[in-house]
Structures are given as structure tokens and as C-alpha cells.
T-cell receptor, first 111, second 108 residues
């Protein structure tokens, strides 16, 4: 029962480097989400995908791109990392109007 | 654009007290509302999910209510315990917008 799996769990990047955060779910959910969590600010939606082949911007999409590779996988890419992107990133999935399940998070530091 | 607000931001209570956490939202056209718990440095654990057609859900010592017309939900925790100490977050579906959370401390 893996649920939602995020990789990597920790990452340190230098300013200007690029990387892709991976997320996979094994629950056959149609919707997937990427959030960032900063101290005192709750979770802010970066991008979401309501179904395979569709993606939409959330509250804070600037500096990020996403790919819904198939129904299981939803990746988040930072093309040129900036210190302001230091955060904890969470991936989530849900089925229609049912509840969401979250991964354990990726702690990213950009120096 | 949906705005979700949680009050209070932090709450400290002695063990055994009953308490209420509040969540308000600006757009009543929602599919559901979900309450989560987050322990420091951890991911989110789902506590309760209320569909838009429901008015409340209960799980053990937890009870969540939903009033779409007023844009409010409450999470009631009965007989609080030190193990309840965590941050509690509400999320509104639509596109799953979160409040900033309420950090709860229950003192022994």
C-alpha cells in the first residue's frame, strides 16, 4: 500500500540549477496536485491536474513547470532554481470529489 | 478566487478541555471540505472529509461540521490529549485550497 510516493525526500541545489521532483500514486486517482509549504503560510497550490493530459495553474505557479506523464505520475520541474524556492514540496492525489492523500514531502534547499 | 482562513493561528489548552477550531471560505461552491493533521516535519494525515451535501462527520473524539451558506466549518475535539498536539489544516475542494492552519498545543 504505497499510496503517494515522492522522490527525492531531500535535495540541495545551487542557484540556477534545474531539477525535477517526481510523484507517483497507485490508487488510480484522476486528480493530482503539487503544493509548497513555507513556515506560517500553510500549503499553497502550485499546479494541479484534474485528469490525465490536463494541467492548470494554482496560486504560485511562477518558476515551475509540470508534466502529467500518465495517470500515475505528475512531475514538478524547476528550470532555474532560486533561493525563494526553498521550501517543502508536497504532492497529493484524489479521486473526483473524494478526499486527498498526500506524499511525505520533499525538503528542497536552494543555496 | 477561493480564500480559506483558519482562526486561531495558535491555541494552547490544558489536557482534557474540549476545543473548537474554525475554518472559513469565501466561495460556497465547493465539492467537499477536508480536515488534516500535520505533525512537525511530517506529511498530512486526513482526519475527516465532509461532502458538500453533508452537514457533519464524526470520527472518535473528532466532529467536523460544514455550513456552506455561511462559508464555515468547525472541527471539534473532545477531551483533548497531549497527543493531539499538532497543526490542523482545512482544505476546500474546488481546487484544494488550504488555510494556514491552527497550531494546537495540549499541555499535560
Amino acid at each position: 500500500n504505497a499510496g503517494v510516493t515522492q522522490t527525492p525526500k531531500f535535495q540541495v541545489l545551487k542557484t540556477g540549477q534545474s531539477m525535477t521532483l517526481q510523484c507517483a500514486q497507485d490508487m488510480n486517482h484522476n486528480s493530482m496536485y503539487w503544493y509548497r509549504q513555507d513556515p506560517g503560510m500553510g500549503l499553497r497550490l502550485i499546479y494541479y491536474s484534474a485528469s490525465e493530459g490536463t494541467t492548470d495553474k494554482g496560486e504560485v505557479p511562477n518558476g515551475y513547470n509540470v508534466s502529467r506523464l500518465n495517470k500515475r505520475e505528475f512531475s514538478l520541474r524547476l528550470e532555474s532554481a532560486a533561493p525563494s524556492q526553498t521550501s517543502v514540496y508536497f504532492c497529493a492525489s484524489s479521486l473526483s470529489s473524494w478526499g486527498a492523500f498526500f506524499g511525505q514531502g520533499t525538503r528542497l534547499t536552494v543555496v | 478566487k477561493q480564500e480559506v482562513t483558519q482562526i486561531p493561528a495558535a491555541l494552547s489548552v490544558p489536557e482534557g478541555e474540549n476545543l473548537v477550531l474554525n475554518c472559513s471560505f469565501t466561495d460556497s461552491a465547493i465539492y467537499n471540505l477536508q480536515w488534516f493533521r500535520q505533525d512537525p516535519g511530517k506529511g498530512l494525515t486526513s482526519l475527516l472529509l465532509i461532502q458538500s451535501s453533508q452537514r457533519e462527520q464524526t470520527s472518535g473524539r473528532l466532529n467536523a461540521s460544514l455550513d456552506k451558506s455561511s462559508g464555515r466549518s468547525t472541527l471539534y475535539i473532545a477531551a483533548s490529549q497531549p497527543g493531539d498536539s499538532a497543526t490542523y489544516l482545512c482544505a476546500v475542494r474546488g481546487d484544494m485550497r488550504f488555510g494556514a492552519g491552527t497550531r494546537l498545543t495540549v499541555k499535560p
